[in-house]
């Protein structure tokens, strides 16, 4: 079977020649692997990765310009070089619309790198190696009725789907949408105004919610159309054992959204998928009515109970979990590799189950963790865990 197959039918819950496996890498991390650790298949990503790699492990993260500089990898990691997941296994590839110009008017100011991103948030990048909000675009209740999102139909925004298409024609194409809560909250608005905002302007929110869904049914139709096979929402509903709002605040303003978003992705003749971090235990009957197709993360960090979940919703669920990259930086390689094969031989041999990493792998895994890793699905597709 194609790596493109193998994800259709475990989602339909139909016999697949061995497991599918999704691999997740951040920009740092692709970075540094490609440079240090196994290289690409493409000779030019591999001269980028070490021009911008080898100056931030000698001291770059002091440095805004180093810490900052393998960002541009982020159009690799995340769009061109989650086909450097293609060449480590992975048979499922993400994409995302309208790069490499995902970011715009950098500045360097108070010590700190700004820039503006396609939804008008400010960020900064400060100490660490993401650029965090550090301004919204939505400050007040009325901004909700004047703010405007780029306009969605220039095709030119979705030639990365049909590069991959064409560069990667038996893969799984996973695009990215932004769900009603994660982006809205964290960024768009920030989390106490968010909050708050819900509670004092109930009307107002849902209007602006539907009229942010419309946005990305609109990326979600022009992605499948494009060529991708799976549409993938994202969308975080969770702290460590606990949803970020109610459920009942979660059935009024996020779950009519998300089905909007399932039933329109499902029309394009697309896969809907979802990745959601924290705990998820209290949402799986929800994904099941709204159509969701495949979930990505479940955490266990967070308090999820793949055994539990997996017995209980595993005949209408595709679970994108088992390779626990949190704790795998933590755990020796081979109690990391005993892990990942636990969590294959609950799932994985029975269907609807996608072995995929829980997060992004990040560049502080120590190489003995990635042989590890790599090494247990190696061995998985081998058959040698199917006794």
Known sequence: MSPRERVRATVRGLPVDQ???????????????????????????????RASWLPFRRGGPRHWFWRGLPLIFDIHTFNWANAYGADLGSDMIFASYGTPWRYAAPKRRDGRFWLTDIYG????LGQGIYPDMARPAIERIEDTKTYRLRDPRPDGLYDIFRAYRRDLPHHSIAAEVWGPQDFTSTSLFGMERYMLFLADYPDEMKAFLQRWTDYHIEVARRSAAAGADVVMIFDDYGYDNRPFISMRMWREFTYPQLKRLVDAIHEAGALAGLHSCGFQM???????????????????????DFARAYGEFGDRLTFVTGIDVQRGERLSPAEYKAEIIAAYRLAGRRGRHILGTTHEVQHTMPDANLDAMLGAIDEIREGRHDD
Do not use: T
């Open 121 to 124: 948030v400010r960020r900064a």
């Open 282 to 304: 209290p949402f799986l009957p929800h994904y099941v009515e709204a159509g969701v197709d495949l979930l990505q993360a479940f955490q266990p960090k967070a308090g999820n």
């Open 19 to 49: 497991v599918p496996v999704f691999l997740w890498i951040n920009a740092h991390a692709g970075c540094r692997m490609m440079a240090e650790y196994r290289p690409s298949s493409h000779w030019h990503w591999n001269l980028a990765a």
